[in-house]
């Protein structure tokens, strides 16, 4: 098992930019695939963005690609969201996941360790 804690999170206007971070203990870090989801209330749980053991793939909701950016270092254990031009409908807590599936796909039933979330509002 691999143990998650997300920070970063906040309150920030529309247009704006936050950059969550997740950090991982455990479990060797770059063995693992990694993922962000969010969850706005009384919504499900979706997928944000994911990233390969290696960094090297990179897969994104299509309602944040081009604004948001998933990327990690091995060397930290800590996998990074870069969000900018935020907008409202950002708002939801985030959370990180990993993953034993060398290249992570969508699907958070595929991911066996999550951390406690971090909130992110967007204000208009």
């Known amino acids: 098992q691999v143990q998650l804690v997300e920070s970063g999170g906040g309150l920030v206007q529309a247009g704006g930019s936050l950059r969550l971070s997740c950090a991982a203990s455990?479990?060797?870090?770059?063995?693992?695939?990694m993922g962000w989801f969010r969850q706005a209330p009384g919504k499900e749980r979706e997928f944000v963005a994911t990233?390969?053991?290696?960094?090297?793939?990179?897969r994104y909701a299509d309602s944040v690609k081009g604004r948001f950016t998933i990327s990690r270092d091995n060397a930290k254990n800590t996998v990074y969201l870069q969000m900018n031009s935020l907008k409202p409908e950002d708002t939801a807590v985030y959370y990180c996941?990993?993953?034993?599936?060398?290249?992570?796909?969508?699907?958070?039933?595929?991911?066996?360790?999550w951390g406690q979330g971090t909130q992110v509002t967007v204000s208009s």
């Open positions: 455990g479990r060797t870090f770059s063995t693992t695939g």
């Open positions: 996941a990993a993953t034993q599936l060398v290249v992570p796909n969508r699907d958070p039933a595929d991911f066996g360790s």
């Open positions: 990233i390969s053991r290696s960094g090297t793939i990179l």
